[in-house]
């Protein structure tokens, strides 16, 4: 039992170093782990309407937070931010010529991260870790003593 016991500070050290190896990567971009899974999410959707609502719920993160996150991107030139033509109560979302260059970099560093995840691994261990990542996230989802209005938002994967 030992073990389960600090499995998950196990996974809080991973999450941190994880984080950590990014932010260096990206340091030459003057971008942080979070901020590229935004133009990330915004390059994907390229051609629909993307809001701050949705890239909080897509991340998983408070309105306030991803409000911080995408003025930090504007300050640097990275996305535009235009009211919605159809409701100017709603801001629509782009990626400036500028996110546009960097993106294939990023992509390679993000990339070149997640190898060394499973370096020496093999594509059934792979296949196997990612299983297990997702039943450890239901579990902790499905069996939660947080209330389903703080949760909500974890359920939409």
Known sequence: MDRIEHLGHK???????????????????????????????ISYHAGEKVTQ?????????????????????????????????????????TLT??????????SEYRNMTEE??????TKDEISNLHNYLNRVYDNLLNNSPISEKDIECFRKK
Do not use: W
């Open 11 to 41: 996974i809080k050290l991973l999450d941190q170093l994880f984080k950590l190896r990014m932010n260096k990567n990206l340091e030459q971009f003057d971008i942080t782990d979070a901020q590229m899974h935004v133009l990330f999410y």
């Open 53 to 93: 609502k949705q890239l909080a719920e897509h991340l998983k993160v408070k309105h306030s937070t991803m409000a911080g996150i995408l003025n930090r991107l504007k300050e640097k030139e990275l996305i535009d931010i235009r009211p919605d033509e159809e409701n100017k109560k709603y801001k629509n979302i």
């Open 97 to 106: 010529p500028k996110a546009c260059d960097i993106q294939e970099s990023l």
């Open 116 to 121: 060394v995840l499973v370096e020496g691994f």
